[in-house]
């Protein structure tokens, strides 16, 4: 039998920009890739065949959600995650942290982990490290994370530091429960808010314990986007250049081209989906609200350039018709749409980079996102 191996490997450099490719057990990753996310076992209004369609390579679960419901040892008696939703590709879930830390009142953290009660019951659970890689384990996840604790923002140097390095105990716990499998990974964490020192030392811990990936969190919680891109600009050249790179959480199309162009391979965000479902959609000449009258009697497609159901064959009139309608419809075709948008947004980075041509591909997408969507009936 021939061993699958998790490895990256990168295929052209533009800049700080990378094309590459990660390799695992549930087949190939194109990177500069964006998984959407499929919280609880689903992309929200879409089917798996559906989402591969729209070009994904990867979707992300969320062991938190999951863990409460299904359950994840009824997941891993139905067979694993991949097998529980027919998305045979390969699956990242998040450890669980983030979900944890926003519970505020309904949780308690010390050394060992974090205790917290059940949004959905008040039944009280325990989360550690050790825990978290048990469930992850049990969904079968491609890609396991680490545990960590989501640093808040705003947060001063001494929160941020003693918040980043229990987060490094904790990876280095997550590193000796993790399941060591042909093909699947495990990714550490770097945390330290927006301090160069802290997000420095939580990458020489991260090293020196040794993951097959690397993520980049505790951004995207409020410090904004300019905060962001500095902190990416003096984290991802420290990181491992032979590893593919994650930025958690992120985020709006500006945002992953951004990323892209500061190093970051990986993105996940709950944004085209969440959109789709709220009547905004995301185009080439920027996003816009299906809602607005002006579309009632608007024959053209969302956006003539793409490929998904909702351009390929119905109109603006008629989706500003189904969000007034309250119809189920609507939601499911921008959110494909949305999702379409970001893996075309995604796959043109990759030739870009190929080419040799990202800054080009940075100043046409700013310059028509600026253009807006102005163009006349």
């Not at 659970?125 to 890689?133: K, V, Y």
């Not at 604790?149 to 280095?172: G, I, N, V």
């Not at 770097?190 to 802290?198: A, N, R």
């Not at 990759?350 to 102005?374: K, P, S, V, Y």
């Given at each position: 039998?021939?061993?699958?191996?998790?490895?990256?490997?990168?295929?052209?450099?533009?800049?700080?920009?990378?094309?590459?490719?990660?390799?695992?057990?549930?087949?190939?990753?194109?990177?500069?890739?964006?998984?959407?996310?499929?919280?609880?076992?689903?992309?929200?209004?879409?089917?798996?065949?559906?989402?591969?369609?729209?070009?994904?390579?990867?979707?992300?679960?969320?062991?938190?959600?999951?863990?409460?419901?299904?359950?994840?040892?009824?997941?891993?008696?139905?067979?694993g995650?991949?097998?529980?939703?027919?998305?045979?590709?390969?699956?990242?879930?998040?450890?669980g942290?983030?979900?944890?830390?926003?519970?505020?009142?309904?949780?308690?953290?010390?050394?060992?982990?974090?205790?917290?009660?059940s949004?959905?019951?008040?039944?009280?659970?325990?989360?550690?490290?050790?825990?978290?890689?048990?469930?992850?384990?049990?969904?079968?996840?491609?890609?396991?994370?680490?545990?960590?604790?989501?640093?808040?923002?705003?947060?001063?140097?001494?929160?941020?530091?003693?918040?980043?390095?229990?987060?490094?105990?904790?990876?280095?716990?997550?590193?000796?429960?993790?399941?060591?499998?042909?093909?699947?990974?495990?990714?550490?964490?770097?945390?330290?808010?927006?301090?160069?020192?802290?997000?420095?030392?939580?990458?020489?811990?991260?090293?020196?314990?040794?993951?097959?990936?690397?993520?980049?969190?505790?951004?995207a919680?409020?410090e904004?986007?300019?905060?962001m891109?500095?902190?990416?600009?003096?984290?991802?050249?420290?990181?491992?250049?032979?590893?593919?790179?994650?930025?958690?959480?992120?985020?709006?199309?500006?945002?992953?081209?951004?990323?892209?162009?500061?190093?970051?391979?990986?993105?996940?965000?709950?944004?085209?989906?969440?959109?789709?479902?709220?009547?905004?959609?995301?185009?080439r000449?920027?996003?816009?609200?299906?809602r607005?009258?002006?579309?009632?009697?608007?024959?053209?497609?969302?956006?003539?350039?793409?490929?998904?159901?909702?351009?390929?064959?119905?109109?603006?009139a008629?989706?500003?018709?189904?969000?007034?309608?309250?119809?189920?419809?609507?939601?499911?075709?921008?959110?494909?749409?949305?999702?379409?948008?970001?893996?075309?947004?995604?796959?043109?980075?990759?030739?870009?980079?190929?080419?040799?041509?990202?800054?080009?591909?940075?100043?046409?997408?700013?310059?028509?996102?600026?253009?807006?969507?102005?163009?006349p009936?």
């Amino acid at each position: 039998m021939t061993k699958k191996i998790f490895q990256f490997d990168i295929h052209a450099t533009d800049g700080a920009a990378r094309q590459g490719t990660v390799k695992t057990a549930h087949g190939d990753i194109r990177t500069p890739a964006f998984m959407p996310v499929g919280t609880v076992g689903t992309v929200k209004g879409m089917t798996p065949e559906a989402v591969r369609e729209t070009g994904a390579d990867i979707i992300l679960g969320n062991t938190y959600h999951l863990m409460l419901r299904p359950g994840s040892e009824r997941v891993k008696k139905l067979g694993g995650l991949h097998k529980f939703m027919n998305w045979q590709r390969p699956i990242l879930t998040d450890s669980g942290g983030f979900q944890v830390m926003s519970l505020n009142e309904l949780r308690k953290i010390d050394e060992n982990g974090v205790t917290f009660k059940s949004h959905i019951d008040g039944k009280r659970f325990e989360l550690t490290p050790e825990r978290s890689m048990e469930i992850q384990n049990d969904l079968d996840a491609t890609i396991t994370m680490a545990f960590d604790e989501c640093t808040p923002f705003p947060a001063d140097h001494k929160t941020a530091a003693d918040s980043m390095r229990m987060s490094m105990r904790w990876a280095k716990r997550s590193r000796d429960a993790f399941e060591h499998r042909d093909g699947y990974g495990l990714f550490g964490i770097v945390q330290g808010s927006i301090y160069e020192d802290l997000r420095h030392e939580s990458i020489e811990a991260l090293t020196d314990i040794g993951f097959e990936g690397y993520a980049i969190g505790g951004l995207a919680v409020g410090e904004g986007q300019e905060n962001m891109f500095k902190a990416l600009e003096f984290t991802t050249p420290n990181m491992p250049a032979d590893k593919p790179r994650y930025l958690m959480g992120v985020g709006k199309p500006d945002d992953l081209v951004g990323g892209v162009m500061r190093g970051v391979d990986m993105f996940d965000c709950v944004l085209p989906t969440r959109s789709g479902r709220n009547a905004q959609g995301f185009t080439r000449l920027g996003t816009v609200n299906m809602r607005n009258a002006r579309h009632q009697e608007d024959p053209r497609p969302l956006d003539e350039k793409c490929g998904c159901p909702a351009c390929r064959s119905y109109s603006r009139a008629y989706l500003h018709h189904l969000f007034k309608a309250k119809e189920i419809l609507g939601s499911v075709l921008l959110t494909w749409h949305n999702i379409q948008y970001y893996q075309d947004l995604m796959a043109g980075m990759r030739a870009a980079i190929r080419d040799g041509e990202m800054a080009d591909f940075a100043l046409a997408f700013h310059t028509a996102q600026e253009q807006g969507d102005i163009e006349p009936i």
